[in-house]
């Protein structure tokens, strides 16, 4: 009975090792695809940053507005009262006024 088992020869390796470069090469190619390359990142890293700031920027910005917003809440209550001494005063006023005028 023959054989049918075929060996690997010489010439079936140099095939191989003739189209293994170019296959390198486009596996390369490939994977320099996946990852940004530096100019890019520093693009990405530089926006990062200022996204940074500007969250930052936000975070002070909101701190001053609340602190406003107390504030205000104070003026108003201070207002309130003002305007409820304003009105004792008349009251004062209009009842000394009725009993001098009696």
């Given at each position: 009975?023959?054989?049918?088992?075929?060996?690997?020869?010489?010439?079936?390796?140099?095939?191989?090792?003739?189209?293994?470069?170019?296959?390198?090469?486009?596996?390369?190619?490939?994977?320099?695809?996946?990852?940004?390359?530096?100019?890019?990142?520093?693009?990405?890293?530089?926006?990062?940053?200022?996204?940074?700031?500007?969250?930052?920027?936000?975070?002070?910005?909101?701190?001053?507005?609340?602190?406003?917003?107390?504030?205000?809440?104070?003026?108003?209550d201070r207002l309130r009262?003002?305007?409820?001494?304003?009105?004792?005063?008349?009251?004062?006023?209009?009842?000394?006024?009725?009993?001098?005028?009696?």
């Amino acid at each position: 009975m023959p054989d049918t088992k075929s060996k690997i020869s010489f010439s079936d390796l140099d095939g191989f090792l003739k189209v293994a470069p170019i296959i390198g090469l486009f596996v390369l190619g490939y994977l320099q695809t996946l990852f940004p390359s530096k100019a890019e990142f520093e693009k990405v890293h530089d926006k990062l940053i200022q996204m940074d700031k500007k969250i930052t920027e936000m975070a002070v910005l909101q701190n001053a507005i609340s602190s406003n917003t107390g504030d205000i809440d104070q003026i108003e209550d201070r207002l309130r009262m003002i305007e409820v001494e304003v009105a004792r005063h008349k009251a004062v006023d209009s009842k000394g006024g009725r009993k001098s005028g009696i």
